[in-house]
């Protein structure tokens, strides 16, 4: 894919990486939309994201070597560092392998946790109109 292509549907971006990439970030995905009826992909900064409304809950990205997996929170990377341990653990994110066997349970815990955290988020504010 070069780096001016824009991708429009999680299945083209799924379609713009090699069959592994795409068998796992596929059942990554549809592991992720298990947790939660309401929860939707759709394609932000020309990647996959899971959302729930207008709140991002869990972002997926393929590179060369490994595919990287954001949960949107450092509090959520934070409380789940220990089972993460398996895996290169960032700020915001961790790494796993191209070919890695989902963890369900992990992956479902994860999304419950960002989700839990969404509710209790205070409700944004309008923006004000500048004055002029």
């Given amino acids: 894919m070069s780096a001016a292509a824009r991708l429009l549907t999680v299945d083209a971006y799924l379609g713009s990486v090699d069959s592994v990439k795409a068998r796992t970030l596929r059942s990554i995905i549809r592991t992720i939309l298990s947790a939660s009826e ?14 729930l409304g207008r709140h991002y809950v869990f972002g997926l990205c393929a590179y060369k070597n490994h595919l990287t997996l954001a949960p949107w929170s450092a509090h959520v990377i934070d409380t789940f560092r220990p089972r993460l341990s398996p895996f ?3 700020k915001n994110c961790f790494l796993v392998p191209v070919d890695w066997q989902p963890d369900a349970p992990l ?26």
């Fill in 38 to 51: 309401e929860l939707e992909g759709v394609i932000a900064w020309n990647v996959p994201q899971i959302r």
């Fill in 88 to 90: 290169v653990v960032r």
């Fill in 107 to 132: 992956l479902i815990d994860l999304v419950k946790a960002r989700l839990a955290e969404l509710d209790e988020s205070p409700a944004p504010r309008p923006r004000r109109k500048s004055a002029r």
